[in-house]
């Protein structure tokens, strides 16, 4: 049985838990991390040496690292479906996932921990200021792509959209001011009408 290791509230454990449930997976899931602990331990360290969630293992295989584990998912249960037949799709539906570490995820972390996890009388708004603009920048660009098209790589759900989505759910629940963005709106809509997506994304920020 596939065993996935991390606390649902993480948002890259969310993308795991998503993954395997758009796949229709069985599987035990974990709890570790935050408040649960457990990753400074022997036996979580064997296996994942940077103490961080998620970690799958899969019939004695390991692995780490969410968006990859999305990618063995998807490739291994979801071949023509989640992950792409053609190389030219499937490379174009990995751009994006990287994209998503590259330009969505280091402004993203500055405003949650600013404005989620740190008092209002603890912040840096400077920073925040700085990853709101930033993160706006890159999401402006998505939303542009998304302009003809239903989804990340076109009018299919795909691999692609499941490390977008889970952190377009928590820009959209922010306290701040956001643009409009109409094509992306209506993609995380068209998200939100997804069972699994509503089970694992759509969770208070905490």
Sequence with gaps: MLRIW???TSIN???VLW???ELALRYEQIDVGGEFGGLD???YLAMNPNARIPTIEDDGF???EANTIVRYLSAKHGSGSLSPSSLAARSDAERWMDWQICHILPGMI???FGLIRTPAEQRDTGAIEAALQRTEDAWRILDTHLAHRDFVCGSSFSMADIPLGAFAYRWSMLPIDRPSFPHFKAWLE???QRPAYQRRVML???
């Design 62 to 64: 390991v692995l780490w």
């Design 204 to 206: 208070p920020l905490r």
């Design 41 to 43: 331990t022997p036996r």
């Design 19 to 21: 993954c395997s449930d």
């Design 13 to 15: 454990v969310q993308k």
């Design 110 to 112: 500055t405003l949650f």
């Design 190 to 192: 068209r998200l939100k």
């Design 6 to 8: 991390g606390r649902a």
